[in-house]
């Protein structure tokens, strides 16, 4: 019988840091993408500042168009989101909105829906980055385990189960990264752009840095690499 373990390191405290990708679809570079943290102080609190940008070039704009931005202003004790910003331009889409999370009932207020509720915390496409980073949500994870969480998606808050699927290399521009791999469940018959908004391989040490990230949108999925630090 072979018996597989891994030592998952616990994140260091989250530092100042920019992050650059390369967007590829399938095997062709089809873009640029960056995730940017910075600690601030706004209205007399400490709080985390984080964006993500996403930004297809060249001949890819001819088939799919990509302009997307997402901010977030996270809560550093807590690691949950409590303001978040987008603006999505891709494809066909055309949207902004601006949401005000109140974790503690579960709720949320979106400048375009209104108010909508979960049953427990609720989290948009940065702050669950930082959040799988930073909280220790991966601390004495086993290979099969699940994390389960709200997603805030375009008009939508929904249930995301996502499993850790075990250890990967990952080569990238930036090096060579011993990973842990987190991955959506896929429910049977499900919208896969919608319902698995990403497959993410961290790295297991004390950084936790997302060297590889892939994306499900409607003409399929994205890969952003890591290029820098």
Known sequence: MIVLSFCISKADKPIDESLKYTIR????????????????????RDVIFSEMKLKSTGVTNSFYTLDNSYSCIINPTTCLPEKAFCKILEQEIDYDDDVV????????????????EA?????????LIYNLRYSDRLT?????DLIELFFWDINEIYPLKMKFSGSDE????????????????????????KKSPLTIWITDDARKLPVLIQFNLKAGSIKCELDSI
């Open 101 to 116: 999370f109140f974790q503690d009932e579960g709720t949320l207020f979106s400048k375009q829906m209104g108010w909508d």
């Open 170 to 193: 990952v080569k990238t521009q930036a090096g060579t990264f011993q990973c842990l791999k987190i991955e959506p469940v896929i429910e049977k018959g499900s919208d896969l752009s």
């Open 140 to 144: 004495n994870l086993k290979k099969g």
């Open 119 to 127: 049953e427990g915390e609720i989290f948009d496409i940065v702050s």
């Open 25 to 44: 679809f399938g095997l062709v570079e089809g873009g640029k993408a960056s995730i940017f943290t910075v600690h601030e102080v706004r209205n007399g």
